[in-house]
């Protein structure tokens, strides 16, 4: 089938996992050159999401199947593994025989032919048994069981440790494993007007914790109404709550964004803050230029100041009042949303993303006015991105203070950090893992 081909040709070439295209973008490019179907797009989206976001899993499956090492195999015949693996053991309703078939013909077609007899006999065997394998991993006591079928990468593990309990671990890794739907933020006066048009198939809900309107299925930007007016946006609901923080303790003056981004927060921000204006800094030209289309989108470029370059090197206009940066991080909040990109990372990178958060807070709070605030934003869900840069910031900078009330963070999904901060757990559909904190600089 066409479907189960694309997601093949997609994730075995070009080592996709260690470039900067991710395969969901790959395949749109591939269906419109195709002309692919829509249901062949969806098997494909489905077979390369359920490859991506359980790895690790899938490769410990197939490895009790095999009598020689999983990474001695051709590429080509490990992505295809992997992928009819995932494929055999979360798509509920396709054959296993047909995605068996197909994938050994994608072999066939690969000339791997020394691999053809093994892997039929490989894939056909975890058709019949992976699954007793899978409920085996699934109600293991080892961490190490746990985290490879929450599809955490195995190397974070410590990482995770130093962060939370292993009572905590156990929670957080089985919510990990809810699929992410979309959220929307509705632009300005326009809640109810839009809550009417909204397609009531995606079955629109106001959230209980923030302004995040809850859809019940994941949903491109062109496919929602009111988006190309501005009206309204696609944004998770941790985003939202991040960027909410904003309006409760800016007055006056210039705020600055450090990493802007494709400018969704900001565009928030500029919503919610009707005389407020923002400088945006982002080094990605790519980027940059999406963030300059959203605040047309969104009619705000009047009250934007955009810069494409680094937040180390670039100064504000004037000095800013507010400043929010939302550092590079791992990612591993988002992991369930976005799989692939903790497969590109490693110790070394990690190690390398902290000291950038070090220096881009500590850059902040130079920046900074006196009695001025600093909102800290990842999407992290570890110690070493979160806790520890903020005990470093505070550390080296006598005149700052953590505020400890940010917003009403008491109760699910909101976590006190230790001591700094606040996590946002992804305990919905609609949340990825964030972690926030204010610190302000004291008056001189």
Known sequence: MRGIEAALEILTGSKNLENEKFAIELLRKLADRTNMKAPDISLASSLIYIAMRRRELWIKIASMFLKKDFESLPQVVRESIITCTG????????????????????????KEFKYVSMSNAILHNINEQGREKLDLLKNSNSPEDRAVFAGVPLWTLPAWNRTWSRQELNKLFSLM?????????????????????????LHPVKSEISSAVHLNSTVAPKDLYG???????????????????????????????????????????????????????????????????????????????????????????????????????????????????????????????????KKLLDRAVKLCKPGGYVLYITCSLLKQENENVIAEALFNNKDCVEVSELMNFKNEPFHKGKPYGFYIWPSTNWLDGFYLSLIMKKEA
């Open 87 to 110: 494929g055999l053991l979360e798509l509920r309703r396709f054959s296993g025989g047909v995605l068996v078939s197909a994938v050994v013909d994608f072999i066939k077609k690969a």
């Open 227 to 357: 988006f190309e007016n501005g009206l309204t946006t696609l944004q998770s609901e941790s985003s939202i709550i991040a960027a909410s923080v904003v309006k409760n303790f800016y007055e006056h003056g210039l705020i600055l964004d450090m990493c802007s981004g494709r400018g969704i927060k900001a565009g928030q921000i500029l919503d919610e803050n009707a005389n407020s204006k923002i400088e945006c800094w982002e080094i990605s030209e790519a980027k940059h230029n999406s963030a300059l289309n959203e605040f047309a989108r969104l009619k705000f470029s009047d009250r934007v100041i955009a810069k494409c370059g680094s937040a180390l090197d670039l100064q504000p206009d004037t000095r800013p009042d507010f400043i929010i940066l939302d550092a590079p991080c791992s990612c591993s909040g988002t992991w369930n949303r976005k799989p692939e990109s903790k497969w590109r990372l490693n110790w070394e990178k990690f190690d390398k993303i902290v000291i950038m958060q």
């Open 177 to 201: 494993l809810q699929p992410p739907v979309s959220s929307i933020r509705i632009t300005g006066e326009n809640f109810d007007d839009v809550m009417k048009n909204l397609d009531p198939d």
